[in-house]
Nanobody
Framework: QAQLVESGGGLVQAGDSLRLACAASGGTWYAMGWFRQAPGKEREFVAV????????YYGDSVKGRFIITRDNAENTVYLQMNSLKPEDTAVYYCAAGAGWGARAFSPHFYDYWGQGTQVTVSS
């Protein structure tokens, strides 16, 4: 059975960095993505990476600050978050999908989701 487990969230100050990890089991997927959801807001696309790691896309609000990588040997995807801002505060979710393309920016594209990890950035 497929399972995604996120880790690495926490409480940090503005300007700090955090590294999230998502350990996958029960399968391998071409596209691995990160989304986030703040209270009262819709789930927002953060980043996605393809199988080989040579194609990545980022949401406009995190571009230049966040970096997504993956280790296929460990079946793990990472999200390095730098220069964090209070508006980055949200629950961050890992997601896995079988295909690729522009639909990877939508949460509806993904087949499996983790339980989420809270990231709180204080000002």
């Amino acid at each position: 059975q497929a399972q995604l487990v996120e880790s690495g969230g926490g409480l940090v100050q503005a300007g700090d960095s955090l590294r999230l990890a998502c350990a996958a089991s029960g399968g391998t997927w071409y596209a691995m993505g990160w989304f986030r959801q703040a209270p009262g807001k819709e789930r927002e696309f953060v980043a996605v990476i393809n199988w080989s790691g040579d194609s990545t896309y980022y949401g406009d609000s995190v571009k230049g600050r966040f970096i997504i990588t993956r280790d296929n040997a460990e079946n793990t995807v990472y999200l390095q978050m730098n220069s964090l801002k209070p508006e980055d505060t949200a629950v961050y979710y890992c997601a896995a999908g079988a295909g690729w393309g522009a639909r990877a920016f939508s949460p509806h594209f993904y087949d499996y989701w983790g339980q989420g990890t809270q990231v709180t950035v204080s000002s």
